[in-house]
């Protein structure tokens, strides 16, 4: 029932930034993950609606930020110091349970594209 709607991605070179932004239908627990060609979906980033619990992958650890802004029911992904390896259509999550937006959420977004040139 909860709609996620994605936007923010594009094209970058090494070293740039590009903040992404997914808007809920409704309060959920909300996160990101990536998948690039032939791999498997990746868990990135999630934050719980308090902005208590912050959960970050080690490869974007002091790259990127993820915050929220819950009168809009939207988290943002600020993604900065972009590297090739960051290439990957992105999806937004949510899910009640911050925990199950981290392991099995039951919403996705549509998928944003992420592409960072050498």
């Known amino acids: 029932q909860v709609q996620l709607v994605e936007s923010g991605g594009g094209l970058v070179q090494t070293g740039g930034s590009l903040r992404l932004s997914c808007a809920a239908s409704?309060?959920?627990?909300m996160g990101w993950f990536r998948q690039a060609p032939g791999k498997e979906r990746e868990f990135v980033a999630a934050i719980n609606w308090t902005g208590g619990g912050i959960y970050y992958t080690d490869s974007v650890k002091g790259r990127f930020t993820i915050s929220r802004d819950n009168a809009k029911n939207t988290v943002y992904l600020q993604m900065n110091s972009l590297k090739p390896e960051d290439t990957a259509v992105y999806y937004c999550?949510?899910?009640?349970?911050?925990?199950?937006?981290?392991?099995?959420?039951?919403?996705w977004g549509q998928g944003t594209q992420v592409t960072v040139s050498s």
């Open positions: 999550a949510a899910d009640s349970n911050i925990i199950r937006v981290r392991v099995a959420p039951a919403f």
């Open positions: 409704g309060r959920v627990e």
